[in-house]
Every structure is written in C-alpha cells, then in structure tokens.
C-alpha cells in the first residue's frame, strides 16, 4: 500500500513569506506527527494529532509555526513570514495507533530552503 | 542536556566485523525505546524496538539498561548494504513523539 506522501518535496522561498507543507498520511492512522530535521541531527518533534485533534505542539519553535487536520487525514504544517533559519527538512509520519510503542512511518520530506 | 546522546562517528569497519553502538537518554521517565536506520536522503524507517529483557533480529541485538539508562545495538557479520546512520530513539511517559539522538554513522567496507 502507498506509503507515507510529502508535497511539494523542494520548496525554495524568500524570507518573509509564508509557506504550506502537506502531509498525506497512511490511510486510516490515527497519529500524525510533525518533525523537523537539520543536516547531521537526528529528527527533532514539533507537533501531533491524533485524528483531527492537535495533542502537543510543545515543539513548534514560536508563533509563526501552525499546524492543522481538520479532517483527521491531511494535515498542513504553515510557517508564516519565513526566516533563514526556518530552512531544513521537514518529516512527516503516521502511526496506526496511540501508544506510544508504535512504529512511526516516515514520508520522504519537504527540503525547505529560505533564502 | 539533550534527551538522547549518540557518538555520531563515524565507524568504518570491514565487512563480517562485528560492530556496536550505544546510547544514553536523560529522562528516567522514558517508557518505550527503538533504534531507526536512515539511509542517505532517506527517510527513518523502524530498525527494531528494544524490550527490557533484550531482544534479537537475525544479526542485530538490541539491549535495555533502565538502571544505567542505556541502550545498545549490536551488528553481528556486518554487511555492506548495513551501511547508514543509526538513531537511538526514546519516548517519555505521557508523550507519544519521539526524541532522537544524533545518530551513530556505519560504514561498511568491502
């Protein structure tokens, strides 16, 4: 079955502008989760949902950072007035179930580079 | 003090070596423990969770320490196709996201 989808994959903007990056889950997983990545780190958590309802945005660097489901499937992650410092890899993933013992599977990512 | 530490490496052994890698986590609340495996521009993607009483996978061998809060990945016969980084992985109690250490570089060597 299809696996986890990211889109667009690149994505090059100009400081100061806002940005959606869209995460396809697998279908029918409860928990999506948002990361974000740096080169030579490992992922570092921003947010998550199970189903439509944001659990935890403890991880979401300041207010320009929002993320939504409102479906409880799609989910956008908006970084707003975008600074250089926002560039990295952003990773979404999906689990089946809320424990936390499940297997998060990983999309392939959306490079963000803000020049 | 970051939650998961890892010697990021690199490590280049020879193939049909045997090779080990540690971590240590921070938070003694931590309740579910994996390792991951990134591929170069790949995704992470599940390697094995790691159970208190240790547990196996063909050639690799996950330990759980919760006194010395550490946990290690042993690769017995070491392939090329083993090359790629490693990420120790924890949860804390109440949480469902993960916390990653740096991850550990393999190198495999013909």
């Known amino acids: 079955g299809a696996g986890v989808s990211q889109s667009p994959r690149y994505k090059v903007t100009k400081r100061g502008q806002d940005v959606a990056l869209r995460c396809d889950p697998i279908s029918g997983h409860v928990s999506l989760y948002w990361y974000r990545q740096a080169l030579g780190q490992g992922p570092e958590f921003l947010t998550y949902?199970?189903?439509?309802?944001?659990?935890?945005k403890s991880g979401l660097p300041n207010d320009r950072f929002s993320a939504e489901r409102p479906e409880g499937s799609i989910s956008t992650l908006t970084i707003q007035r975008t600074e250089q410092r926002d560039s990295a890899m952003y990773r979404c993933?999906?689990?089946?179930?809320?424990?936390?013992?499940?297997?998060?599977?990983f999309g392939p990512g959306t490079r963000l580079t803000v020049l | 003090r970051k939650e998961v530490e890892q010697d990021p490496g690199p490590f280049n052994v020879p193939e049909g070596a045997t090779v080990a890698f540690n971590c240590t986590y921070s938070n003694s609340a931590s309740q579910s423990f994996f390792w991951y495996r990134q591929d170069c521009r790949k995704e992470p993607k599940l390697l094995m969770s790691?159970?208190?009483s240790g547990n196996e996978d063909g050639r690799f061998t996950a330990q759980l320490n919760r006194a010395s809060q550490y946990i290690s990945l042993l690769i017995r016969d070491s392939k090329l196709s083993d090359s790629a980084t490693y990420l120790c992985?924890?949860?804390?109690?109440?949480?469902?996201?993960?916390?990653f250490g740096t991850g550990t570089r393999l190198t495999v060597i013909p």
């Open positions: 993933a999906s689990s089946p179930g809320r424990a936390s013992y499940n297997e998060q599977f």
């Open positions: 949902f199970n189903y439509e309802a944001q659990q935890d």
């Open positions: 992985v924890v949860t804390q109690t109440g949480a469902n996201n993960l916390f």
């Open positions: 790691v159970y208190s």
